[in-house]
C-alpha cells in the first residue's frame, strides 16, 4: 500500500501540471483508498454474519467503483504521456490492493490474538473497545 501510495504522489510532485489537477489526483487516490478498505471491511462483516445495512453496503461498492472511474476520466482527459497515465493507474491500483491486504491482515491478526480478561482490561484503559 505504501509504495503505490507514495509512487503516486511522487509522481504528482514531478509532475508538470497545474495544483488544481494535482489536487484532483491526490483526492481520487485518498477517496480510493478510503472506499477499497470500506468494501473490504463490509464484505468480510457480511462473510462473517456482522450486521451491515444495505445502504452501506452499496454506498461502499459504489465508492470504490466510482473512484476508479474518477481516475480513468481524468486520465483519459489529460496531456500526460502514455507512459505517465500507465504508471498512475498501476500506482493507483497497487495502492487500493494493499490497502485491502493491510485491512484484512490488521483484522486477522486482530482475530488471531488470544482473549483474556487482561487483554481485555489493557484494550479499555488504552480506549479502545475489547472486541
Known amino acids: 500500500m505504501l509504495i503505490g501510495f507514495f509512487s503516486f504522489l511522487i509522481g504528482l510532485y514531478n509532475a508538470s501540471m497545474q495544483l488544481n489537477e494535482r ?52 486520465l483519459f482527459n489529460a496531456t500526460l504521456a502514455l507512459s505517465e497515465k500507465g504508471f498512475y493507474g498501476m500506482s493507483f491500483a497497487l495502492a487500493l490492493f494493499g490497502a485491502i491486504a493491510v485491512q484484512k491482515n490488521t483484522r486477522d491478526m486482530q482475530a488471531a490474538r488470544p482473549y483474556t480478561v487482561e487483554s481485555e482490561f489493557v484494550q479499555l484503559r488504552e480506549g479502545g473497545d475489547a472486541n
Open 23 to 74: 489536487g484532483y489526483y491526490f483526492t481520487v487516490l485518498v477517496y480510493g483508498l478510503f472506499a477499497a478498505v470500506s468494501i473490504q471491511k463490509s464484505v468480510r462483516d457480511r462473510a462473517e454474519g456482522i450486521p451491515v445495512t444495505g445502504i452501506y453496503y452499496g454506498l461502499c461498492w459504489l465508492s470504490t467503483l466510482l473512484a476508479i472511474l474518477l481516475l480513468c476520466v481524468g
